[in-house]
């Protein structure tokens, strides 16, 4: 009786938290609590938290990917052989992917290309190609600095920094057409982005360009061109995800209590902190979990 009354509050618990396409959404992100890089999840409210890997190496930079129903991240093992693998959460499998060895390996959202980078002397540059590793693109090609980038939610745009001016910006590329917009032009610091769900708004961090200073959380509206500040703390916001409810983003804080995963919701900026005790928590991601 006393567990199937657990099941029936978790159950309300998560259902708190359902995406538009009607999935419960959880939290993915990495842990240095068994003395290396683990990945775990748990609810949006901190709780009920479950160990996904028990490698003895390290597993890190997770990533939902929707045409494959999976979680790819990377992995290696206590000798460093690294590979890029695709976990089912139904049926606890993990299955190596090919083409590990490209640098910054991300997954459209279909499951069918990478986007990755390529260093060229002093420069770096986006391309993709097909999970097969045919029908290689060059995407970026000036010389500068191209990276940090992340892709939309349907898969056709491209987000990612650069200092082809001189200093780190944010640009927006299509992938097929190859137009690119410049998002920012200021003398900050941007790093971090996600998008939302509709893909209709970015967010990213920025930061002073000034020794000590610290990251914060900026929305910006594709079609407006409207620039919101989501924080305004004295920590550090890094690595952050855009909940698939679209009310929330969850970040990587560095505060006094350590590296710790948050999110804050965007209508009211309150903050939650999600994890707990001294280790290191870092990367997290929104995965939907069927009701």
């Known amino acids: ?13 998560l259902a708190c938290d359902i995406s538009p396409s009607g999935k419960v959404e959880s939290l993915v992100y990495l842990s240095s609590k068994e003395g290396n890089f683990d990945l775990y999840s748990i609810d949006p409210l901190g709780q009920w938290e479950r160990r996904l890997t028990t490698n003895k190496g390290w597993d ?11 979680l790819v991240y990377y992995t290696n093992d206590t000798a460093r052989n690294f590979s890029i693998v695709a976990y089912s959460f139904e049926r606890e499998e993990v299955d190596t992917l090919p083409n590990s060895q490209l640098m910054n390996f991300q997954l459209t959202p279909d499951g069918k290309q990478i986007v990755y980078t390529e260093k060229e002397g002093d420069y770096q540059h986006i391309w993709i190609c097909k999970l097969d590793g045919s029908d290689k693109r060059q995407l970026t090609k000036s010389e500068s600095y191209n990276g ?3 892709i939309s939610p349907e898969g056709g745009q491209l987000l990612f920094v650069s200092d082809r001016s001189g200093t780190n910006e944010l640009y927006l590329l299509d992938i097929e057409s190859r137009d690119l917009k410049r998002l920012t032009d200021n003398d900050l610091i941007e790093k971090y982005n996600t998008w939302s769900p509709e893909g209709d708004k970015v967010a990213f961090t920025m930061r002073a360009n000034e020794e000590g ?3 914060d959380i900026y929305l910006l509206d594709l079609g407006s061109g409207a620039l919101t500040r989501l924080t305004a703390t004295p920590y550090a916001e890094q690595e952050i995800a855009w909940s698939l409810s679209g009310d929330k983003i969850a970040f990587h804080g ?34 939907p979990l069927e009701l």
């Open 148 to 150: 940090r980038f992340s």
């Open 60 to 70: 890190w930079q997770p990533k939902w990917v929707d045409g494959l129903s999976r």
């Open 1 to 13: 009786m006393r567990q199937i009354l657990l099941l029936i509050i978790l159950f309300i618990t």
């Open 254 to 287: 560095t505060t006094d209590a350590g590296d710790h995963i948050y999110t804050i919701d965007i209508a009211d900026g309150k903050f939650t902190k999600i994890t707990s005790g001294d280790a290191y928590h870092g990367e997290p991601i929104w995965v």
């Open 213 to 215: 200073s610290k990251e």
